[in-house]
């Protein structure tokens, strides 16, 4: 006499549950990262041979590691830059200035010149370090 178990293991996997789990998730994650307004300054860095086009008459802000700050080889302190700058680019039409950093110059000293011009909607030309005598 063979004895019988009366329940059967139903050993089927249903995977619509998953299904609606990662679709929730999926549609999650592209609604939050459509919310996300990136907070960066807006750089043009030049390409390599691209230095024709950006030879034209920007003004050169230098940053020294000693602090001191140069437009056109002329020392100005920081709270005069901004009006510097506006005298510069007085009536042009798109107005971008060179930033060229000195080895030693600190990212907060390089992003307060940077502020200056996003401030005035400036365009920015970051420009290779300067070897300095």
Known sequence: MALRSRNKINVNFSMSGMTD???L????FMLTSTLIAP???KLLI???GQAADTEQAF??????ASGVILVDGKQVSFEQLG???DQKLAGEKDPALKLITAPGVTVRETVRVMNVAAKNNYKVVLKKE???Q
């Open 25 to 28: 998730l999926l549609l999650f």
């Open 21 to 23: 789990i990662v679709f």
């Open 39 to 41: 907070n960066a300054l």
């Open 130 to 132: 300067k070897i300095w």
């Open 59 to 64: 003004p050169e802000v230098e940053l020294q």
């Open 83 to 85: 009006l510097v700058l």
């Open 46 to 48: 030049p390409q390599q």
